[in-house]
């Protein structure tokens, strides 16, 4: 292990044992008490563990880096915490290996993103798809880039840090196993045109006219094709097309993956049954086949609405096409895992539209080497408050009127919005996408409903208001302005309260606006004195769900309640 490797090593595991002590105590897994110079951890075997942090929004805890010391030593291993604490944390066995192998890979990917880690500055100017690739992952979840199922070869090759592009394997299956759906404006020989060219004509002397082409991950060729479709590739019903001549960049979610050869190619969404978070990352058919009509849906109540398509210019990024394949043997044995029946489709996704200057907000907290962070480089040197209010009102008042008016609530974290600025780094609009297993409903009949196309309708859930707008809790304020404001503090002084209060402008604002909504905006519950604790990890380190016959359609695990920063402001000033 050379110098570097060494550093990247040591330095991301100091920032996933601070992040794990912060995160795991907010979500009380870890329960350290206050001993006047910080915090002190008691664990099992005489350990402790001290650290210095404050308390913010939602009952958080934001670590202070490199102030956790270990029985007085550095504490840079975050593996070392989990044994340390593996009796408080209920984990033993094959749970405590699970845990450790998963946190090891995490911090691997970690090291490899850092080794090679652009300023503030660098990233925001980067291209979006080649700046994903920079990004720290999931900021809740601590075993946050475990990809299970992955190599170092895998991760040398597949892994968005590793900043390689790769190629995607084309195969043909027998009609009888596999469905295409696209949009009406749309159809299967254009989409097979449009995505590879010249290469569409060579592929198809390989298979029969009607056989359904599906683009595959090279891990799942490999990995899943090539051992669960043995029988298929033997014996016709699957066969092998070829590699594609685009290059493609992997997002954070790994399975999304951005054409960077030929732009205006849209991006594919892939199926990789590797286990990544909270679940194995395949494709669910019903929800994979009903992307277009989601789309086609969306896209015209938001044609129709002045204030998302005029006003505010809400982007949509829509599902335009997909593909389903249905294993002959694995497929129809419904008592299986749901990894088994989610393990070879697509979707093409509209890529961005070109000539803006586009940044994930996952990309927004962002620190560079030199401890800048995207938002603070964007804001620059003026008015923090003007800048942060405009973006709240991009964001928020447009989910607030797809939730309220028309009874659409999505999955808006990080990862799935995207921030447009100009060329001084000033919010412009938001874009969201990922909508075929991100939509759900109301339960209640709204006039939007009237026109949901059947398919799309039978796979969203329905949700009572509160609950639906537990996505805006779970998703923004909670997983993502906590952690802003906490960046905005420490890098340009910003008082949180200050931060906060406009928040809350725009959210009340909406509900003045539009009393025609309101009470649906107040059975929404958005101002109520406290809210439900998400707790990812929680769910993440029982590993209970990993393997079940379907996949878990429930809201976030929550555990206790929190104060609500958008209620009232804290005496304190914490929000």
Not at 216 to 241: R, S
Not at 363 to 382: C, E, F, K, W
Request: hydrophobic share 45%; net charge negative.
């Amino acid at each position: 292990m050379s110098i570097d490797e060494a550093a990247a090593w040591r330095a991301a595991g100091a920032l996933i044992t601070h992040k794990m002590l912060g995160e795991l105590s907010y979500e009380h897994m870890l329960e350290p008490v206050g001993d006047g110079d910080g915090y002190r951890l008691d664990l099992p075997d005489g350990v402790d563990y001290t650290f210095r942090a404050r308390r913010g929004a939602f009952d958080a805890w934001t670590v202070e880096p490199g102030s956790a010391r270990r029985c007085g030593e550095p504490a840079t291993d975050p593996r070392t915490l989990v044994v340390d604490a593996r009796a408080v944390l209920g984990l033993s066995g094959l749970r405590l290996a699970d845990v450790l192998a998963e946190l090891t890979a995490t911090v691997a990917n970690e090291a490899a993103r850092l080794r090679r880690a652009p300023t503030a500055a660098e990233l925001s100017a980067m291209e979006y798809n080649r700046a994903d690739g920079h990004l720290t992952g999931h900021p809740r979840l601590v075993l946050n880039k475990g990809r299970v199922g992955f190599s170092a070869v895998d991760r040398a090759r597949y892994a968005p840090e590793a900043g390689a592009d790769l190629r995607l394997r084309w195969f043909a299956v027998h009609p009888g196993h596999a469905e295409f759906r696209c949009v009406d404006e749309l159809s299967r020989d254009a989409l097979l045109d449009g995505e590879l060219g010249e290469l569409r004509a060579e592929f198809a002397a390989k298979a029969p006219e009607d056989y359904v082409w599906v683009p595959v991950h090279p891990w799942q060729a490999d990995e899943i094709v090539g051992t669960l479709y043995a029988a298929e590739l033997a014996t016709g019903v699957v066969i092998d097309l070829g590699e594609s001549a685009d290059g493609y960049r992997p997002h954070q979610t790994v399975r999304t993956l951005a054409n960077v050869s030929t732009p205006g190619r849209h991006d594919v969404k892939t199926a990789v049954s590797v286990r990544n978070t909270l679940v194995y990352r395949g494709l669910a058919s019903a929800a994979t086949l009903a992307g277009p009509s989601v789309t086609t849906w969306l896209r015209r109540i938001s044609a129709a609405d002045p204030l998302l398509t005029g006003k505010y210019r809400f982007g949509l990024l829509g599902e335009v096409a997909s593909v389903s394949v249905k294993h002959p043997l694995f497929g129809h044995l419904d008592e299986l895992p749901y990894r088994f029946h989610e393990t070879l489709g697509a979707l093409w996704r509209e890529p961005l539209p070109p000539g803006e200057r586009a940044i994930s907000f996952a990309a927004l907290p962002y620190r560079g080497p030199d401890g800048v962070s995207v938002l603070a480089h964007l804001i620059g040197g003026g008015d923090a408050i003007a800048w942060l209010t405009r973006l709240f009102d991009l964001v928020l008042t447009p989910l607030l009127q797809w939730l309220l008016r028309h009874g659409v609530g999505f999955c808006p974290h990080g990862q799935n919005l995207i921030l447009v600025v100009d060329a001084a780094g000033f919010p412009q609009r938001v874009l969201i996408k990922d909508f075929a297993q991100g939509v759900d409903l109301l339960d209640e009949q709204l006039e939007s409903y009237a026109s949901l196309p059947p398919e799309a309708a039978a796979d969203m859930l329905r949700w009572p208001a509160h609950l639906l707008a537990q996505s805006l809790f779970s998703s923004v304020f909670s997983g993502q302005f906590r952690f802003w404001a906490e960046v905005l503090l420490d890098e340009l002084g910003l008082p949180r309260a200050e931060f906060w209060a406009p928040v809350r402008d725009v959210v009340g604002r909406y509900r003045d606006e539009n009393p025609e909504v309101a009470a649906r905006f107040d059975a929404c519950r958005l101002f109520a004195p406290d809210v439900e604790r998400v707790t990812l990890n929680r769910e993440h380190f029982a590993g209970q769900g990993f393997d079940k016959v379907e996949r878990d359609d429930e809201f976030d695990v929550r555990w206790g309640r929190v104060p609500n920063p958008l209620h009232s402001a804290d005496p304190g000033g914490a929000w």
